[in-house]
């Protein structure tokens, strides 16, 4: 019911960056407006909603249930769509991914919950936290559904149990395969690191707004003996397999076969390691500067021809336009190691920048000898926000809040406003004006707000223009009883 599909439910998902007629995905600032929003509306979706929307919802409405809630953050999410608990991902010679082969992804990160109850089902040894994802991605039984799959069992790889077991092991767990797909229709494996897919399983801390790493509950350490033993248990027990030499049939949903070559093997380590350095922090209005570095690993001189590309993309990993496109030759002398630079100008990236504030750049590595290194790397523009309380903060005594902002941009905006929102705060969303800014120009705004529940609580400021995505900012204020 938090999802629109197949029912009147809450919030109804776009992903394209077009929100014409709703409120896009990161001006939401809770639950709270929705859920209103929704019920006022009678019953009729709430557009837009993303994954960390639904999530948000999904946890206020299962803690207003009673049931023991949280929302959990995994980066670098695969969202397998063939069931095989690998990533395949299609590329070309600039390592940009084809739209057309690739039908499974790699989400910069996706959000889901975790709710804790019994499986009487399942038994005891398989009690404790449950993920629920409402973001409708695939559908479980008809239904766009997914959950509850026990993390134990998640992270034992049994995912022969119910329910939606093997897609939350993929979003965790998949290994991550390139292919490069040549003229002539055939595919080549590229070499690409299998520990890529679930990093940095994230939940906030109780009390505190602290991070809570929680990937050992989903896993074995990437790249140990147990994880490459769970992850061989759990492709077994997902499909029939029948080993032919070091081929292997998989029978996939639907009835489908597909032959996979090593799939329980990494491709073979190519003679040199490549990176992406950034030389100057990312933000947002200026000119992005780094290098990729790349190492020869070997006693032997190598010729290595560099294909980079680069794209603004979406969260979901979708490009939205390219943005860098240029060749390189190089020669790489015995254990040596050389950098390209590279820099992609703002006026090359501008028009094209999503809310999301993410690029994505690729080099395919083409060595001697044949072999092929893809490096990748996703950049998150960064931009500035700060927040101060001028004074105690008391229940029914008016207290000023100063906000400072940055124009990131290197040319003048207008229509600039702060929106301000905060529960015990305010009985409603504030919006503020914010003077012209000039290039670069740091501004400070202060309004003053009357606390009217005690305690911690979080005051919420997003910076608001029609030139720029939006900065946001937050800040916990102790409010302490009226004397």
């Not at 109780?206 to 147990?226: F, M, W």
């Not at 703002?346 to 690729?362: F, H, R």
């Amino acid at each position: 019911m938090v999802n629109s599909n197949n029912d009147r439910g809450v919030v109804q998902g776009q992903w394209q960056g077009k929100y014409g007629g709703g409120t896009s995905p990161l001006h939401w600032r809770g639950s709270v407006a929705i859920l209103q929003k929704w019920l006022k509306g009678r019953y009729k979706p709430v557009k837009y909603g993303q994954c960390w929307v639904f999530a948000g919802v999904m946890c206020t409405v299962l803690r207003c249930l009673g049931i023991a809630t949280r929302v959990v953050s995994n980066f670098n999410s695969a969202h397998d769509t063939d069931q095989n608990l690998s990533v395949d991902k299609y590329v070309d010679s600039f390592g940009r991914t084809l739209e057309d082969l690739t039908e499974d992804s790699m989400w910069n990160f996706h959000v889901w919950n975790e709710s804790w109850f019994a499986r009487q089902d399942l038994g005891p040894s398989y009690n404790g936290w449950q993920v629920l994802d409402a973001t409708p991605q695939e559908e479980s039984e008809g239904v766009f559904q997914c959950g509850p799959a026990s993390v134990t069992a998640i992270r034992e790889g049994d995912v022969h149990l119910a329910h939606d077991g093997p897609f939350v092991f993929a979003e965790v767990n998949a290994d991550y395969i390139t292919w490069l797909w040549h003229e002539d229709e055939s595919r080549e494996r590229v070499y690409s690191d299998t520990k890529k897919i679930g990093r940095c399983i994230s939940t906030k801390a109780v009390g505190s707004n602290s991070r809570v790493d929680i990937t050992d509950l989903y896993k074995y350490p990437e790249g140990s003996r147990k994880e490459r033993q769970v992850y061989s248990k759990a492709v077994k027990r997902l499909f029939s397999l029948k080993a032919s030499g070091r081929r292997t049939w998989i029978r996939r949903a639907g009835g489908r076969c597909h032959w996979h070559d090593d799939l329980l093997e990494p491709a073979t380590k190519p003679s040199i390691t490549g990176k992406f350095k950034l030389l100057e922090p990312p933000m947002l209005g200026h000119d992005l500067r780094l290098a990729l570095c790349l190492a020869n690993l070997t006693s032997r001189v190598q010729q290595v021809r560099v294909n980079l590309s680069g794209a603004t993309i979406l969260y979901t990993r979708k490009p939205v336009a390219e943005i860098l496109h240029e060749s390189h030759a190089m020669r790489l002398g015995r254990q040596e190691e050389k950098r390209i630079p590279i820099t992609i100008f703002y006026s090359k990236y501008k028009e094209d920048l999503t809310e999301d504030k993410k690029i994505l750049l690729a080099a395919m590595c083409l060595v001697t000898k044949g072999e092929k290194l893809l490096v990748e790397k996703d950049i998150t523009l960064e931009d500035f926000i700060t927040i101060k309380v001028l004074g105690p903060a008391m229940v029914g005594v008016a207290v000023t809040v100063e906000v400072t902002v940055v124009n990131p941009l290197l040319e003048r905006v207008k229509d600039c406003a702060l929106m301000v929102e905060g529960s015990g705060f305010l009985q409603e969303q504030l919006s503020i004006d914010v003077p012209t800014l000039e290039p670069q120009e740091k501004a400070s705004v202060q309004f003053d707000i009357t606390p009217s529940k005690s305690g911690p609580r979080q005051l919420q400021v997003d910076l608001v223009s029609p030139h720029f995505p939006d900065i946001k900012g937050f800040v916990i204020i102790h409010v302490a009883t009226a004397k």
